[in-house]
Each structure stands twice: as structure tokens, then as C-alpha cells.
């Protein structure tokens, strides 16, 4: 019964989490974005209190649920172990130990990467932006060409119900390492169920200390208890010692399969006796307080942490024909630095935008902001209306904004390269930028006899890149968006421009 309750829990929201990021038609309203927020890691870049303290209860009252219930990235594991075993029917898990040395060297390596702003390190290793990017580089593509092949079939019979939805190439960097994340953890499930989780997942070291003291734990009956295996032998996360009758409670993922294995009802889930020796902790040894220290400390100095050594933005030495020396930091991501803080390059942000103008960067944010959003005006503009990326965000790397105050927020500035536009090179009439242009900081004047030519004013230029999309002009664009240091706020009334500042939006 309890394994089957975690199923239904885990599956919901697996399946809710998937459907959020492959829906382009916007069928999903952006309220089930919810299911993102619950994830450990941005509610911690959040300081979503009230989610942490709810994790943080789970944990120490019913063990770690958050890995089996909550966490995508586990519930893919258990998908994929499962498959192992439809093909490899008597497949069987035996008991290894913990490789306490690994698990804690990954969390402390992540938690200093975060201190010192290199949240590449940490984005990597977070379980829901690893799955976060899997989703949006691996299924995504393959979920738009099967919507692109139905539109294919039914607009051959006259039904319109499907549209066709443009595929576009998002990085190399950030499709190789999802699949790269893919394959390994998928393999390490594959032969043997919750590695990844119990070796290298930071957050799965993080909860497995915690719930070495909740206070429901799996447990032997030893007047039931035989000693046959069965119970190991299904235990995912290879922590049960059949033999000794000992669990690591630090690597219980709380699945219930050594429960549902047992025909002799010896395995229960109840709140522990604590005048039991710790099983996980051999009788002569005591528990190392070194690690509750370490622990405490490393926890405190990352929440306390609200001033990060940021990464300078490395400048681009690419095209000629923008050279653009700032990335774009999409509206709500404030600056450079609130970027590197709190990203996670989860890619919902990518995933989500209506527009397909956020793409993962390279090395434009420095080495320690790779494969964060940025803005590119390729294959489109940024809406002068849409604050879908910042409303989904669910670590506050884009603050949220009302369509007020994306109206008045400056990402970039826009520059006029006056000897690559056809109206001065081929002496015709165009004037793409001016009509898209929301704010007129793109407008039209007098040129040669009726001819007119753009002029820019970036004081009131809000940095959306419909100009530079739409620019004719080839091979060179002949306008387009220039990165800022900070976002600004346009005051249109004052016809000033001033400062973004955090109070401005209420954060």
C-alpha cells in the first residue's frame, strides 16, 4: 500500500513536471509552474522559506520522500530501473557500502563552488536542473517533431488541429552535457538503481544526514525476520544489510520495495526506537561530529551568503556584424551577478519562452555562468508584453514583473550601424526597425530626397530586439541590441532614465 501511494505521488508530479516544459501551446496554465518551486536547490537560491521548512519537516519526520515523491530527477531513475528489470527479470540488488568519502567531497566541492559564484559546478550537479535540461534539450525536440509529424498527417486530410512548430538548435555545449547526464545516470540505474543518488547528488548527501534522524524509519521485526535477502535484494539504494539487520537510514530513499518484497511481514515503517543502537554507524565508533559541524557550517555560510564574487562578462570577439560586447540578460535577471547567484540553468526560462529568444550561454557570462540564459534575436524578439520566463522562474534568477514594469525595464541598448543599412547602401526605402519597434527608440528620419533612414534614441529603448531581428540587411545587420552592465528603469513621464534597484519591484 505505501509503495503504491509513493508511486501515485511521485508519477503526478513527474508527469506534471514533463508537461510544463514540453507544453509550447501554452495548454498548461503558468500556476502549475508550483511543482518547479517545491525542488530543494531553487527554493534554496530563493529563500523560499516556507517550501524549505516543509522539506526540511518531510525529511525529518518520514526520511527522504523528497527523493522518491518530489525529485524528477530520482522518480527517472526508478523509471529506468524498472525497464532494467522487465528485461532482466531476475535481476538482483545486493548490499554495498557507503561511499561516505565521495558524497561528502562532491557537497563540499558544490557548496564553495556556490560561495565563490561558480554556479555552473552547481547547476550541474542540482538534480532538478540536470533533469530540467534533459527535458528541454533531449525530449523536447523529439515531443515538437512528433507534434510536427501530426501536423503533417492531419493537414494532409483537411484537419487543422495541429500546427507546425519551428525546431531550433539551442547550444552545443548544453546538449551534449544533458546527454551526457542522460546516459550516465540513466546506465548507473540501468545496473544499479540509485547510484547517482547515493554517490554524487549533493542534495541526496544533504538529505541522507538529515534523515539519519527522521522519525519513521524502515525497520526489521526480528521476531519475523529470517534473514532469506529478499528485502536487499529489491533495495534500490543497496543499504540494507540483510545479514547484520541493518539499514543505512542515510541512503534509504524511503521506496518501500524492501516492504513489498518481504512475505514474512519483517520490514515495517514506523517511528524508530531510539534506544537502538544507529544501525548505519558500526557499534565501535561514535558518530562523527566533525560532519554535523561541517554540515551546519557549510549550510549557513550558503544562506547567508548575499554578495557572491561574480564572474566579469567575457567579452565576444565573434560576429562583425553585432559586435555585441555584453550578453543580454533577460528581463527580471536584474544583472549579471543576481544571475550567477541564483541560476541553475534548469532551462525552463528556454523551454518556456513563447518567443524562442532565450538560449543557454557559452562562456559570454565567464566560465562560472555557463549554460545561463541569455538573450539572441535569431529566431525572433522578446515580446513587448510576455513575462512568462520571469513569472516560471523558480530560483528568482528572473524576479518576477507585471507587464507595467517589463514595459519599463531596459535590458539592452540599441545601436545604429548607419554604413550596413540598405537605405544608405542600396539608397532604397525600408524602415523594418522603426514599425517594431514598441517604444519608438527606432524612428524614421529624413535622408536623401524622400528617402529616410533610422535613427536611435536609448534612452527609451527597452532592449526587445525587434529591430535587429527584423533588419534586412545582409550579411551584416545594420542594428541591434547591446548588452547592459545593470538593467535599467525607463521613466518615460520624467524622460529620465535611472538605476534598476531591487526595492523598485518590490523584491
Same mark, same amino acid.
Given at each position: 500500500?505505501?509503495?503504491?501511494?509513493?508511486?501515485?505521488?511521485?508519477?503526478?508530479?513527474?508527469?506534471?513536471?514533463?508537461?510544463?516544459?514540453?507544453?509550447?501551446? %501554452?495548454?498548461? &496554465?503558468?500556476?502549475?509552474?508550483?511543482?518547479?518551486?517545491?525542488?530543494?536547490?531553487?527554493?534554496?537560491?530563493?529563500?523560499?522559506?516556507?517550501?524549505?521548512?516543509?522539506?526540511?519537516? =518531510?525529511?525529518?519526520?518520514?526520511g527522504r520522500v523528497y527523493c522518491s515523491f518530489i525529485c524528477p530527477m530520482?522518480?527517472?531513475?526508478?523509471?529506468?530501473?524498472?525497464?532494467?528489470?522487465?528485461?532482466?527479470?531476475?535481476?538482483?540488488?545486493?548490499?554495498? #557500502?557507503? $561511499?561516505?568519502?565521495?558524497?561528502?567531497?562532491?557537497?563540499?566541492?558544490?557548496?564553495?563552488?556556490?560561495?565563490?559564484?561558480?554556479?555552473?559546478?552547481?547547476?550541474?550537479?542540482?538534480?532538478?536542473?540536470?533533469?530540467?535540461?534533459?527535458?528541454?534539450?533531449?525530449?523536447?525536440?523529439?515531443?515538437?517533431? %512528433?507534434?510536427?509529424?501530426?501536423?503533417?498527417?492531419?493537414s494532409s486530410f483537411d484537419n487543422y488541429t495541429f500546427y507546425k512548430v519551428?525546431?531550433?538548435?539551442?547550444?552545443?555545449?548544453?546538449?551534449?552535457?544533458?546527454?551526457?547526464? *542522460?546516459?550516465?545516470?540513466? =546506465?548507473?540505474?540501468?545496473?544499479?538503481?540509485?547510484?547517482?543518488?547515493?554517490?554524487?547528488?549533493?542534495?541526496?548527501?544533504?538529505?541522507?544526514?538529515?534523515?539519519?534522524?527522521?522519525?519513521?524509519? *524502515?525497520?526489521?521485526?526480528?521476531?519475523?525476520?529470517?534473514?532469506?535477502?529478499?528485502?536487499?535484494?529489491?533495495? #534500490?539504494? !543497496?543499504?540494507?544489510?540483510?545479514?547484520?539487520?541493518?539499514?543505512?537510514?542515510?541512503?534509504?530513499?524511503?521506496?518501500?520495495?524492501?516492504? /513489498?518484497?518481504?512475505?514474512?511481514?519483517?520490514?515495517?515503517?514506523?517511528?524508530?526506537?531510539?534506544?537502538?543502537?544507529?544501525?548505519?554507524?558500526?557499534?565501535?565508533?561514535?558518530?562523527?561530529? !566533525?560532519?554535523?559541524?561541517?554540515?551546519?557550517?557549510?549550510?549557513?555560510?550558503?544562506?547567508?551568503?548575499?554578495?557572491?564574487?561574480?564572474?566579469?562578462?567575457?567579452?565576444?570577439?565573434?560576429?562583425?556584424?553585432?559586435?555585441?560586447? =555584453? &550578453?543580454?540578460?533577460?528581463?527580471?535577471?536584474?544583472?549579471?551577478?543576481?544571475?550567477? @547567484?541564483?541560476?541553475?540553468?534548469?532551462?525552463?526560462?528556454?523551454?518556456?519562452?513563447?518567443?524562442?529568444?532565450?538560449?543557454?550561454?557559452?562562456?559570454?557570462? +565567464?566560465?562560472?555562468? $555557463? $549554460?545561463?540564459?541569455? =538573450?539572441?534575436?535569431?529566431?525572433?524578439?522578446?515580446?513587448?508584453?510576455?513575462?512568462?520566463?520571469?513569472?516560471?522562474?523558480?530560483?528568482?534568477?528572473?524576479? &518576477?514583473?507585471?507587464?507595467?514594469?517589463?514595459?519599463?525595464?531596459?535590458?539592452?541598448?540599441?545601436?545604429?550601424?548607419?554604413?550596413?543599412?540598405?537605405?544608405?547602401?542600396? @539608397?532604397?526605402?525600408?524602415?523594418?526597425?522603426? @514599425?517594431?519597434?514598441?517604444?519608438?527608440?527606432?524612428?524614421?528620419?529624413?535622408?536623401?530626397?524622400?528617402?529616410?533612414?533610422?535613427?536611435?534614441?536609448?534612452?527609451?529603448?527597452?532592449?526587445?530586439? +525587434?529591430?535587429?531581428?527584423?533588419? &534586412?540587411?545582409?550579411?551584416?545587420?545594420?542594428?541591434?541590441? /547591446?548588452?547592459?552592465?545593470?538593467?535599467?528603469?525607463?521613466?518615460?513621464?520624467?524622460?529620465?532614465?535611472?538605476?534598476?534597484?531591487?526595492?523598485d519591484f518590490g523584491f
Open positions: 500500500m505505501l509503495k503504491k501511494f509513493r508511486i501515485g505521488i511521485s508519477v503526478t508530479l513527474f508527469v506534471l513536471i514533463n508537461l510544463f516544459f514540453l507544453d509550447f501551446a %501554452g495548454f498548461l &496554465p503558468l500556476g502549475f509552474h508550483s511543482v518547479t518551486k517545491i525542488q530543494l536547490v531553487p527554493a534554496l537560491l530563493a529563500l523560499n522559506v516556507e517550501v524549505l521548512v516543509i522539506l526540511l519537516v =518531510l525529511s525529518l519526520v518520514f530520482g522518480v527517472y531513475q526508478d523509471v529506468v530501473a524498472w525497464l532494467s528489470k522487465k528485461f532482466t527479470k531476475k535481476k538482483k540488488y545486493t548490499f554495498s #557500502k557507503a $561511499m561516505t568519502v565521495l558524497r561528502w567531497t562532491v557537497l563540499a566541492a558544490t557548496v564553495i563552488a556556490f560561495i565563490f559564484g561558480f554556479n555552473f559546478l552547481v547547476g550541474l550537479l542540482d538534480p532538478y536542473g540536470a533533469y530540467g535540461r534533459i527535458v528541454t534539450h533531449i525530449f523536447r525536440p523529439a515531443y515538437l517533431a %512528433g507534434n510536427n509529424l501530426l501536423e503533417y498527417i492531419f519551428g525546431i531550433y538548435s539551442l547550444g552545443l555545449l548544453s546538449t551534449l552535457i544533458a546527454l551526457a547526464t *542522460l546516459v550516465g545516470i540513466g =546506465l548507473l540505474a540501468w545496473r544499479n538503481g540509485r547510484t547517482w543518488c547515493n554517490t554524487i547528488c549533493p542534495v541526496g548527501t544533504l538529505l541522507g544526514f538529515i534523515s539519519r534522524y527522521s522519525l519513521f524509519r *524502515l525497520q526489521f521485526d526480528d521476531d519475523k525476520c529470517n534473514s532469506c535477502g529478499l528485502c536487499a535484494m529489491k533495495c #534500490k539504494a !543497496s543499504c540494507i544489510n540483510s545479514k547484520d539487520k541493518q539499514i543505512d537510514y542515510s541512503r534509504c530513499v524511503t521506496c518501500f520495495n524492501c516492504i /513489498e518484497a518481504c512475505n514474512r511481514s519483517a520490514m515495517k515503517y514506523a517511528p524508530y526506537k531510539w534506544k537502538k543502537t544507529v544501525t548505519n554507524v558500526p557499534e565501535n565508533k561514535t558518530v562523527d561530529e !566533525s560532519k554535523r559541524r561541517f554540515l551546519s557550517a557549510t549550510v549557513v555560510t550558503a544562506v547567508a551568503a548575499t554578495s557572491l564574487m561574480g564572474q566579469k562578462v567575457a567579452s565576444i570577439t565573434g560576429k562583425r556584424a553585432l559586435k555585441r560586447n =555584453l &550578453p543580454i540578460v533577460p528581463p527580471g535577471g536584474l544583472n549579471v551577478e543576481n544571475l550567477q @547567484e541564483k541560476c541553475i540553468s534548469c532551462h525552463l526560462c528556454v523551454s518556456k519562452c513563447p518567443s524562442h529568444v532565450i538560449k543557454p550561454a557559452f562562456t559570454e557570462y +565567464g566560465l562560472g555562468g $555557463m $549554460m545561463q540564459p541569455r =538573450l539572441y534575436f535569431d529566431h525572433g524578439f522578446c515580446n513587448y508584453d510576455c513575462t512568462v520566463c520571469s513569472d516560471v522562474c523558480p530560483s528568482k534568477a528572473l524576479r &518576477p514583473l507585471t507587464v507595467e514594469q517589463k514595459h519599463q525595464t531596459q535590458v539592452g541598448q540599441v545601436h545604429f550601424i548607419r554604413h550596413n543599412c540598405i537605405v544608405f547602401t542600396d @539608397e532604397t526605402n525600408c524602415g523594418a526597425c522603426s @514599425e517594431h519597434c514598441p517604444t519608438q527608440a527606432v524612428h524614421m528620419v529624413p535622408y536623401k530626397g524622400v528617402l529616410t533612414i533610422p535613427e536611435t534614441d536609448v534612452s527609451i529603448c527597452v532592449g526587445c530586439g +525587434g529591430c535587429e531581428y527584423v533588419c &534586412p540587411a545582409k550579411p551584416y545587420k545594420a542594428i541591434y541590441v /547591446e548588452g547592459l552592465e545593470a538593467h535599467n528603469t525607463l521613466q518615460f513621464k520624467k524622460e529620465k532614465k535611472e538605476d534598476i534597484k531591487v526595492d
